[in-house]
């Protein structure tokens, strides 16, 4: 695989705040409020309990097996066949994802910015830099992970201070009308989102002191939460019902501020905001897919493949959706469902199956 790359466990931080993030906060808030309407904040705290719980699962397996990714390590767990299966999963689902946010980020650029811009020149646009980060390697993901973070959540909150004047809180009232079920419901729809520090599971072996990942990856989902929590109370505060309509609702939410005449063009920092944490996005997605194959198919160099597969990526996310509606329908079905079950699942099974094999056999 020759990867000689470390990063820090404080940098862990950062990787997995911009895995989920820069998605989270531009499509979640409409998501959430069809679902759970004003009560979408306490959703966002229930999906957050359940993403505590999986970062410490998957925490606790990574320490089984400090040296070894989730590739090699199901070998070990549940012997060749079965493990080289979740293995070939793994990579199928890391592409999967990584193709949707890929098309995402193009939908994004294309729609409210340059409508007659074709979809194929911002996936390969975004693709260039991704396959150059993966070449680097983690140290490089890492630094510009760590370099991006503080310019995301400082832009994302002077924007929700600047915005604060005109937040109307009754609007999050009355609690619980319809009881805790739409509660829940809007948990499920974000828990493909808050699964994602499963990219744990590849990145572990890399990482400097990994006994010390387990409070950093906490605080990292506690982070995240209080963001995606403060976004949406702030869009819900502003339109109410409104909401469940926006394409957008961060941006939305944005141009409302601008046509207040707080700062002029905040819809264009919300577009280089958004690159820039969403590149983070898909070069760490990018980078785990290139590790599971290198590591499922025995492949020396994994830099090697960093060019083939975003060959993959490209093709998959410019021709697999016809458009932005159709690729919101496949995230809400197929793929909400097919990423969870691998991201908590997976990882779930094998724990329980490892403590068993420890303990009895």
């Given amino acids: 695989m020759n990867e000689n790359g470390k990063i820090s466990y404080k940098q862990i931080v950062s990787l997995i705040i911009m895995t989920i993030s820069p998605t989270a906060i531009l ?4 998501l959430i409020y069809k679902e759970a309407k004003q009560d979408g904040w306490i959703s966002i705290i229930v ?3 359940y993403s505590l719980f999986l970062t410490f699962v998957i925490n606790k397996l990574n320490l089984m097996f400090v040296d070894k990714t989730i590739i090699e390590y199901s070998v070990d767990i ?4 079965f493990g080289k299966t979740i293995g070939l999963i793994y990579c199928v689902m890391f592409i999967n994802l990584n193709s949707t946010v890929i098309r995402e980020f193009s939908e994004f650029l294309a729609g409210p910015f340059m409508m007659e811009t074709p979809i194929l020149f911002f996936t390969i646009g975004i693709m260039l830099p991704s396959i150059f ?18 310019i995301f959540i400082g832009a994302v909150v002077i924007i929700i201070i600047l915005g604060i ?6 609007n999050l009232q009355p609690i619980m009308e319809d009881g805790f079920v739409p509660v829940l419901k809007g948990a499920t729809r974000q ?16 990482i400097n002191n990994p ?3 387990g409070k950093t990856s906490y605080l990292a989902v506690i982070l995240t939460s209080f963001l995606i929590l403060s976004v949406n109370i702030s869009i819900i505060t502003t339109f109410g019902c409104q909401t469940k309509i926006m394409i957008y609702p961060f941006l939305s939410f944005a141009r409302y501020i601008t046509a207040l005449g707080f700062i002029e063009r905040l819809d264009s920092i919300i577009m280089f905001l958004w690159i820039g944490g969403v590149f983070v996005k898909i070069v760490v997605l990018h980078y785990c897919s290139v590790i599971s194959i290198s590591q499922l198919f025995q492949v020396k160099d994994y830099r090697k493949l960093s060019i083939p597969v975003g060959i993959i990526l490209i093709v998959i996310s410019t021709v697999a959706w016809k458009s932005l509606v159709e690729l919101k329908d496949y995230i809400k ?4 469902y097919f990423n969870v079950s691998i991201q908590a699942g997976i990882p779930i099974t094998l724990i329980v199956i490892e403590k068993i094999k420890r303990r009895y056999i």
């Fill in 27 to 30: 499509y979640l808030p409409t």
């Fill in 47 to 49: 999906v957050t309990v």
């Fill in 78 to 81: 549940v012997g060749k066949y």
């Fill in 133 to 150: 980060g993966v070449y680097k390697g983690i140290e490089v993901i890492g630094r510009t992970a760590q370099i991006i973070l503080p």
């Fill in 165 to 170: 004047k005109d937040m109307n809180f009754s």
């Fill in 191 to 206: 828990m493909s989102w808050f699964s994602q520090p499963m990219i744990l599971v590849i990145i572990m072996p890399f």
């Fill in 211 to 213: 006994q010390k990942v």
């Fill in 333 to 336: 079905s197929f793929n909400y």
